[in-house]
């Protein structure tokens, strides 16, 4: 280490224009530093004079960080802070002046010798940037539905002319920017603008054919503009140039695709449909009144109360904001074509909550979902329920058939209450949908529940609510139609779907009235349902519906829904909602039907049927037969499958359990279906996938006649002990590596009594390593991939947990797969320039930065960093604002402080750049602030 000098001298000074030059022979000393500059007056004390300085030499050389001239008020007599390199030994010398009543100190302070710090940071291959020219059908750019590509565009650039409008008035009409995207199935674009002043720089998003003619576009004046493809298809995306320019991101991202998703699909998933200009919303305890608060949104929005709904809710509508003269007169103009004011405003809708959910003041707030019926209709045919011995049924019937006192009400399009198999099985209903166009009744909510058709043109409508109804409870052994998983059960119908779905803040109200609790019908019934059937859904959580369910539980009502028919793991709602029973579809043979969505959330599995095929050669195509009727006013019979079948199977089991034990609670059948009730060593369902709990048939296929058989023996309980005996449960079954992931965890419980050992935890594959191999629950148990020397590829391994476990099974097991992009497993994606950001841990300044692209496959190497501790961010700075991580950026923060020591280096720095995200929306949508923010970089 090089000697350093450690200078002390005090300078007085009696004319203001003089600058003596003061040579000053010191010892030499050891460290880095930086000089502090004091002033006292001729009494000695510290006064804030004015000081000049000129330069520090050491020697005859003057170094070259000196301070510049000029006028030095020092606040406190101190001016600290500029760092000097390392000094000469020998003489030492300052250029200074002062007034004349001021004495000048200059201190060396002696600091700590930097360190250095180096990693990587490892980007998806998914990520590209744009490649010009990309303004014509043969130089479109490809990408895929997990791409994200990040680029700029002008107005004035060259585009390509929309082939629609030649020989219109509107010829010439273009998009800059011009992407050919190969959809395997739904996916959404996110066009996410740069730019900070929205007003003097527009992008929008167009979606086309292969041939270039529109399909949909988005034209809000927005940071986001949303589209969604709604099938499989080559399809053309432009971004389009509707006033000044700007740097953009463009993502894309499949249904069923969680790690693609991008921070505004935690507002509205892909797939979720909403009400444009709807948000429902909830103030935090002690802090409501829309009326109090001034809710104009930097959006382009502002925020209007609609009314209030039962349990503190309010629906809220996002106002468009009137357009200035500059916007109204921006360059290129809008297409406004059909579809792009509904796009525009849904666009505002989601920025707005994003807002929103920043306000400390507000618990939630979200979007106003519409939930659909989930059926795939087929031929008429009315025989062989050759879904009811599947589940046992005939021997539960031997010990019951149900009891008139147990409800369940049927929240769906409503019923045909005439049906032969149902007219006497109906207690009084309820019609909350609120919207007449979507009711198609020509009213609001009212009494009348009478399902009027969810088809406008009144030919194809589904009907549903009438098939899932006769499936709970048709009148049974009567002579006529079909038989009902529970012969003597009552069905509530409630119709909250119709043209077109239903919204969450309809269907909240309709699970609320089954309840028995306040809603916006302003009645309750005589007496409340027992069981819940929601054969409906969506992608989207929704706390005002998770609210009410939480609400109609704490009343005892147990809640079934089905699990989704889109053939994913994607989280499904309500049926993924907790203590919802979520119920997937098997067909004949006892396997999962091919549209059955899967994932942690399933709990049990049902008859939904096969409609594709004739597994039993009856000449009928194997789907659920139950009650219906058509747009005439036929009543009729016929197969339908779905989860919206294997919904009311389950439905009408619980029924029947009821029958045997009237004090039956959703804790009890949670219990039951996990087979830890501490009454009974009865297992309500058949295992029929892996071994104990899968992501398929969760707790296997529910068993009509054992449940009654547990219901009848834990009868009178009203509940269920805690367990005393360890319980082994793992909070995933299943982990996937993106193509540049290489760290995930999952965690270990006992959901049981007394302690849980992890004996081993071990691995299959080579490829991948166990962090964790053993302990007492709760564990979390890390894993890590090596892609070193592997083929281009997918892979598949197994972790196996053994455990102690003193009821159930005692092992576990989660499957792994990853894949490698390239041979050899390295590969990374191209977002531009990033920078390494070393933040002071208090108060997140930069101290010091590395850049890095993908010409050094991202990795940084950072010599002279101050010794201390850091948080370390990395991102790009796509707008050129100086500030990294901003709502258009790539990036990514490494989870623990990094502590630089003195002359060492700090290696292995390596963390995820993560998609693209909104810092200003990641908070849960419960009120939390957001975890990350925007970080100022050094020029």
């Known amino acids: 280490m090089r000697k350093h000098t450690l200078l002390f001298f005090a300078i007085s000074f009696f004319l203001a224009t003089l600058h003596p030059l003061f040579p000053v022979n010191t010892a030499e000393g050891a460290g880095y530093g930086k000089i502090v500059i004091k002033t006292k007056d001729t009494a000695g004390k510290a006064v804030d004079a004015p000081i000049y300085i000129e330069g520090f030499y050491f020697g005859t050389k003057q170094v070259q960080y000196s301070l510049p001239p000029g006028n030095y008020a020092v606040q406190f007599g101190t001016l600290t802070g500029y760092k000097l390199k390392k000094p000469q030994s020998g003489q030492t010398v300052a250029r200074v002046r002062a007034k004349r009543t001021a004495t000048v100190t200059a201190i060396y302070e002696k600091q700590k010798q930097p360190g250095s710090a180096s990693g990587k940071l490892a980007v998806s291959p998914d990520n590209v940037v744009e490649q010009e020219p990309n303004n014509s059908i043969a130089q479109a750019q490809s990408v895929t539905n997990s791409s994200k590509v990040f680029g700029d565009a002008a107005y004035g650039d060259a585009g390509f002319i929309l082939p629609q409008f030649i020989g219109t008035a509107y010829a010439g009409l273009q998009v800059e920017d011009l992407y050919l995207l190969q959809a395997p199935g739904p996916a959404r674009i996110t066009l996410t603008v ?172 979200e979007p106003n979902f519409i939930r659909k019926p989930l059926k795939t209709p087929n031929d008429e045919h009315y025989k062989l329920q050759w879904h009811y011995p599947l589940i046992n049924l005939p021997q539960a019937w031997e010990t019951t058939t149900g009891s008139a006192d147990v409800i ?43 399902d009027v058709g969810d088809d406008y043109k009144k030919s194809s409508s589904s009907f549903h609510g009438t098939h899932v109804a006769g499936t709970i409870g048709a009148a049974t052994n009567n002579s006529v139609g079909v038989a009902g998983v529970s012969w003597e059960t009552r069905i509530m119908p409630l119709r909250v779907l119709g043209i077109g779905g239903g919204t969450d803040a309809d269907i909240a109200q309709a699970i609320r009235y089954a309840a028995g609790l306040s809603n916006s019908s302003g009645t309750t019934p005589s007496k409340r349902a027992n069981i819940i059937n929601m054969s409906l859904g969506g992608a989207g959580s929704s706390a005002t519906t998770k609210n009410a ?32 029973v979520s119920v997937s579809a098997v067909d004949m043979n006892s396997q999962k039907s091919p549209y059955s969505n899967y994932g942690n959330a399933i709990d049990v599995a ?24 058509d747009d005439s006013g036929k009543l009729t019979y016929r197969f339908y499958q779905g989860t919206s079948m294997a919904s009311p199977h389950m439905a009408g089991v619980v029924a029947l359990m009821m029958a045997v034990n009237p004090n039956l609670t959703p804790t009890d059948l949670d219990d039951l279906l996990k087979g830890t009730h501490s009454k009974t060593s009865l297992r309500i369902t058949r295992d029929i996938g892996e071994a104990g709990w899968d992501n398929i048939y969760g707790n296997g296929l ?120 390239s041979a050899g497993g390295s590969a990374s994606g191209d977002v531009g320039t990033v920078y390494v950001l ?61 502590t630089i020591a003195p002359g060492q280096n700090t290696a292995d720095i390596n963390f995820d750049l993560g998609e693209l995200m909104s810092p200003q929306s990641q908070g849960s949508g419960t009120g939390q602030k957001p975890h990350r923010e925007k970080f100022k970089r050094l020029r």
């Open 549 to 580: 369910i939480q609400a109609a539980r704490d009343q005892g009502v147990i809640i079934v829904a089905a699990a989704g028919n889109d053939n994913v793991s994607t989280l499904f709602y309500p049926a993924s909602y907790d203590g919802v």
């Open 606 to 629: 049902a008859p939904g049927g096969d409609s594709s095929v004739d597994l039993n050669n009856d000449g009928y195509e194997d789907g659920v037969l139950s009650t219906l009727g």
């Open 408 to 450: 369940v009400a049927v929240i769906d399009t409503g019923i045909l209450s005439s049906h032969p198999d149902l007219s006497s099985k109906l207690v009084s209903g309820y019609d909350f949908i609120s919207d007449p166009s979507i009711g198609g009744d020509g009213n609001g909510i009212d009494s009348d529940p009478t």
């Open 194 to 365: 740069a730019a900070n002043d929205l007003v003097y720089n527009d992008l929008d998003l167009v979606l086309m054919d292969s041939s270039g003619t529109i399909v949909d576009l988005s034209e809000g004046n927005t940071n986001t503009e949303r589209l969604e493809t709604t099938a499989a298809g080559s399809f053309l995306v432009g971004v389009r140039v509707s006033k000044g320019s700007s740097a953009y991101s463009l993502s894309f991202s499949s249904l069923g695709s969680l790690s693609t998703q991008s921070a505004d699909d935690n507002i509205a998933p892909i797939g979720a449909d909403f009400v444009p200009g709807h948000i429902l919303m909830k103030w935090k305890e002690g802090r409501d009144g829309i009326r109090k608060k001034n809710f104009s949104l930097s959006s382009g929005a502002a925020l209007a109360h609609e009314r209030d709904l039962p349990g503190g809710v309010e629906l809220m509508r996002v106002l468009p904001a009137k357009k200035s003269a500059l916007q109204k007169g921006r360059g290129a103009g809008k297409l406004n074509l059909p579809g792009s004011e509904k796009n525009a405003l849904k666009s505002l809708t989601v920025d707005a909550i994003r807002q929103l959910r920043n306000d400390q003041d507000i618990e939630y707030a």
């Open 838 to 898: 070393f933040l002071d841990a208090g108060n997140l300044t930069a101290i010091t930065q590395a850049v890095t692209d993908s010409g050094n496959e991202y990795a940084f190497d950072k010599s002279q960093v101050p010794a201390g501790t850091y948080i370390i961010a990395a991102g790009t700075d796509r707008d050129d604002d100086l500030f990294i991580c901003d709502v258009e950026d790539a990036c990514g923060i490494y989870p623990d402080l990094v």
């Open 702 to 821: 529910i068993d009509a006649s054992q449940a009654v058989l547990a219901a009848k023996e834990i009868a009178g309980g009203g509940g269920t002990a805690p367990p005393t005996e360890s319980i082994l449960s793992i909070s995933n079954s299943t982990l996937s590596f993106e193509n540049y992931l290489s760290d995930l965890s999952f965690d270990i419980s006992n959901s049981g009594g007394g302690t849980l050992n992890i004996t081993s935890v071990s691995s299959d594959a080579s490829w991948l390593s166990v962090k964790t191999t053993s302990g007492t629950a709760p564990l979390s148990v890390g894993l890590g991939v090596d892609r070193a020397g592997l083929s281009a590829g997918n892979y598949s391994a197994t972790v196996t947990v053994q455990s102690d476990a003193a009821k159930g099974s005692n092992t576990a097991a989660i499957t792994v797969t990853m894949s490698v992009v």
